[in-house]
């Protein structure tokens, strides 16, 4: 009777204790975030909402459908993540004017290199909502993407006149283009944040071509072009062929200059 009522009592407390795991695991408080909220400011003093601009969330590799919100009048926006969202805890956003770059930006995000995108990490966050920022000042702050930017472009002895300088936007293709004037300098005017490839000719000269060169606040950029070695005669250069014309006219020279001695001497001896 009594190793009975020990073995129901050991499979009681062995279920009990079962139960209270279970019981545990399911009361955690950790949940998924669904919604981000947040503020988006422009830079200023006070800073001003940045109502109307869109704002775009994605995954870190960009091949899901964003997810769009509009700014409103008073600079705040949600995100309402689908189901293809909620198990992710690290996300891009960006903005659809590119012309807009982030400032300062609250915890949890940071700036993308080379990009006007930004990264949101929220690795163990709890609870359904989160919030960027508690005001126009701590949330994400934008100023204008884009700058007037002077080029110079020279030779290696003087600026280059007519030179036409050519800047293809990597993200989007959108090309600008320009000709130097006698100074040498071209100023863009307005010209967006971003990635260019720069190409550069000239007249005489070897083109000039720079990938991948930022621009999100410069407001100079020099370009530095060699002079071409035209061919002439059998491949040669001009250097090449002025040298050689200069050994062919000492050659004449000491040729005239020996038929006049012999000469001369030849007069003596008459």
Same mark, same amino acid.
């Given at each position: 009777m009594h190793r009975k009522?020990?073995?129901?009592?050991?499979?009681?407390?062995?279920?009990? !204790?079962?139960?209270? #795991?279970? $019981?545990?695991? *399911?009361?955690?408080?950790?949940?998924?975030? &669904?919604?981000?909220?947040? %503020?988006?400011?422009?830079?200023?003093?006070?800073?001003t909402p940045?109502?109307?601009?869109?704002?775009?969330?994605?995954?870190?590799?960009? !091949?899901?459908?964003? #997810?769009? $919100?509009?700014? *409103?009048?008073?600079?705040?926006?949600?995100? &309402?993540?689908?189901?293809? %969202?909620?198990?992710?805890?690290?996300?891009?956003?960006?903005f659809t004017d590119i012309d807009y770059i982030a400032q300062s930006m609250p915890e949890r995000i940071s700036a993308i290199s080379g990009t006007n995108h930004l990264r949101l990490d929220l690795e163990g966050v709890t609870g359904t909502t989160y919030q960027l920022g508690s005001d126009l000042y701590h949330g994400i702050v934008l100023i204008l993407g884009h700058e007037d930017v002077e080029f110079?472009?020279?030779g290696t002895d003087r600026f280059l006149r007519n030179a036409m300088i050519t800047l293809e936007d990597k993200d989007s293709s959108q090309e600008f283009s320009g000709e130097t004037q006698s100074d040498g300098k071209y100023t863009f005017t307005n010209l967006p944040y971003g990635i260019y490839r720069i190409k550069v000719s000239c007249n005489g000269y070897q083109s000039v071509t720079e990938d991948n060169v930022t621009f999100n606040g410069q407001t100079t950029h020099s370009v530095t072009m060699v002079e071409k070695e035209i061919p002439t005669f059998y491949g040669m250069t001009t250097y090449h062929a002025l040298m050689m014309l200069g050994v062919a006219v000492g050659l004449i020279l000491v040729l005239i200059s020996y038929i006049m001695v012999r000469r001369n001497s030849k007069g003596i001896e008459d």
């Open positions: 009522l020990f073995a129901f009592v050991f499979v009681a407390a062995l279920l009990s !204790s079962t139960v209270v #795991i279970f $019981a545990d695991s *399911d009361s955690s408080d950790a949940t998924s975030v &669904t919604t981000i909220t947040g %503020y988006v400011g422009m830079a200023g003093s006070p800073n940045a109502k109307g601009i869109e704002i775009n969330l994605n995954n870190t590799a960009e !091949s899901l459908e964003p #997810i769009k $919100a509009i700014v *409103d009048d008073e600079g705040k926006f949600t995100f &309402t993540l689908t189901s293809e %969202y909620t198990s992710l805890d690290t996300f891009n956003i960006y110079t472009v020279k």
